[in-house]
């Protein structure tokens, strides 16, 4: 992993090549920095190593946020699930569904805020647990990958409070749904 950080440093300029000389080369790490000239001196390295942090098929993340947004916008108009399987499949980054995760709640808690106002009965969550379980049961998105996109939910939640008041609330009703349906590990306590 530092081997590849240094890699990619070199490939971005952010460090000279000569860091990596046999010069720099005598003290504890030799192994991580013989890893990094390896990976520097494959054929085509540059471009290989500029997908090295990013998500699947090389995209750079914020187009790959925008589609994302899209599929989830798209799915909460249409609730075709073999539609949304097949789009996350597509975007080739099941090290980011993490992200997709986070998105498509708040996405959902943002349609159902407005409903919740409303005094209506929101779908969205619901909805949206239902896309989550049919992706973990179909192991096309991890538990490990949905548990931590509600990680990442529950520390930015301030922030989503002041747009959706309610979004304390429906984060907990939104666990609950998804911890029924199977996408997360019991608690320990149960």
Same mark, same amino acid.
């Given at each position: 992993?530092?081997?590849?950080?240094?890699?990619?440093?070199?490939?971005?300029?952010?460090?000279?090549?000569?860091?990596?000389?046999? !010069?720099?080369?005598?003290?504890?790490?030799?192994?991580?920095?013989?890893?990094?000239?390896?990976?520097?001196?494959?054929?085509?390295?540059?471009?290989?190593?500029?997908?090295?942090?990013?998500?699947?098929?090389?995209?750079?993340?914020?187009?790959?946020?925008?589609?994302?947004?899209?599929? !989830?916008?798209?799915?909460?108009?249409?609730?075709?699930?073999?539609?949304?399987?097949?789009?996350?499949?597509?975007?080739?980054?099941?090290?980011?569904?993490?992200?997709?995760?986070?998105?498509?709640?708040?996405?959902?808690?943002?349609?159902?805020?407005?409903?919740?106002?409303?005094?209506?009965?929101?779908?969205?969550?619901?909805?949206?647990?239902?896309?989550?379980?049919?992706?973990?049961?179909?192991?096309?998105?991890?538990?490990?990958?949905? !548990?931590?996109?509600?990680?990442?939910?529950?520390?930015?939640?301030?922030?989503?409070?002041?747009?959706?008041?309610?979004?304390?609330?429906?984060?907990?009703?939104?666990?609950?749904?998804?911890?029924?349906?199977?996408?997360?590990?019991?608690?320990?306590?149960?």
């Amino acid at each position: 992993m530092a081997g590849c950080f240094l890699a990619r440093a070199v490939v971005d300029e952010v460090l000279a090549p000569i860091f990596l000389s046999n !010069l720099n080369n005598r003290r504890m790490g030799d192994e991580v920095v013989e890893k990094a000239v390896s990976l520097l001196s494959h054929e085509h390295c540059a471009a290989r190593l500029e997908k090295v942090w990013g998500p699947g098929d090389g995209r750079p993340v914020p187009e790959l946020k925008g589609v994302m947004d899209q599929l !989830l916008k798209e799915y909460l108009l249409s609730r075709e699930l073999d539609e949304a399987a097949r789009c996350v499949r597509e975007m080739n980054a099941p090290n980011f569904h993490h992200e997709l995760v986070k998105r498509g709640t708040v996405i959902a808690m943002e349609e159902d805020g407005l409903k919740h106002a409303e005094g209506e009965e929101p779908s969205s969550l619901d909805a949206m647990a239902a896309m989550f379980a049919f992706l973990v049961q179909n192991a096309i998105v991890s538990e490990h990958q949905v !548990l931590k996109g509600l990680t990442r939910l529950h520390q930015i939640l301030p922030d989503i409070k002041l747009d959706i008041p309610g979004a304390p609330a429906m984060l907990s009703e939104f666990e609950v749904m998804v911890r029924d349906t199977g996408c997360l590990p019991p608690k320990e306590s149960e």
